[in-house]
């Protein structure tokens, strides 16, 4: 009788946990399904109804107002992709070397440069004079540099790789070195393996943050053919916006404000930049979640 009460009481935990993983996925999955159905929806559509599961009146308006210069946003993923793809291999290269050296029991000053990287993180010299060193001293303007170096370290990841760093039995680079091993060989070849859920991490950490990143773009870049795509799709809007505002205010007569999709390009823009990080999530999410528990707890 017991082990029939706990059969069902197992059955009935099970049923209640899928049910609420269940939900939980759908709240997370449907506003998704609102961007995505929103996008194809007609401005007038949108004004008159709101938001939906569906689209009430099917319109591509919004895209084309997005893709109105393919070659621009084309040469914007272009650049976007490319600044991701070295700036988060660089980032990620600099957090997991630097965290593994802070996590060294032998390296006495590993406190001092804690604390010193620590202290980065509340104060700073301030915007102006920031901006002048880069782009005086440092020849950041209208160099993709200045969309690569100021997001290349971050303390965050530097934290979070140090706190799993400490999880890894010191004996083992002792070992190494009673080999002949130096400390490049011994990272690369014996640390770096075991630190897969870190890397997916700090990947996926630095990915988004470079992706979504236009205020970088905004402030030293001003060729066109450099910008990135977040920031491009800033400009359309604000064209659109404006646009708006004109055929509101009776200035353009040839187009009513209503038949500008504003509201529409919002979503499709969501759509357009979103896109690649969702399909790139899903190859990460295992190693993601287990690299925060493990970063988290180990202290």
Known sequence: MRKKKLQWDRMLLSALSYTVLFVFGMACLIPFCIVFASSFTAETALLRDGYGLWPAEFSVDAYQYVFSNPARILWAYGNTIMVTVIGTVLAVAIATMTG???????????????????????????????????????????????????????????????????????????????????????????????????????????????????????????????????????????????????AASGEMSTISAADIPSASMKMAMTCVTVGPIILLYPFLQRYFIKGMIIGAVKG
């Open 100 to 246: 593994y050296v802070l996590a060294r029991r032998d390296f006495k000053w590993h406190n001092h440069f804690s604390l010193f990287f620590f202290f980065t993180t509340l104060f700073n010299g301030g915007l102006v004079p920031w901006y002048l060193m880069c782009t005086t001293y440092l020849g950041f303007k209208d160099n993709y540099l200045a969309r690569i170096l100021p997001l290349m370290f971050s303390v965050w990841n530097v934290i979070l790789a140090k706190n799993y760093m400490k999880g890894i039995a010191f004996e083992i680079t002792e070992s190494g070195k009673i080999d002949g091993a130096n400390d490049f060989q011994i990272f690369s070849k014996i640390i770096f393996p075991l630190t897969t859920p870190l890397i997916a991490t700090l990947t996926l950490f630095t990915a988004l943050a470079y992706w979504n990143d236009w205020y970088y773009s905004m402030l030293f870049i001003s060729k066109p053919h450099m910008q990135s795509l977040q920031y491009l799709l800033q400009e359309i809007l604000a064209s659109i916006q404006a646009m708006k505002q004109l």
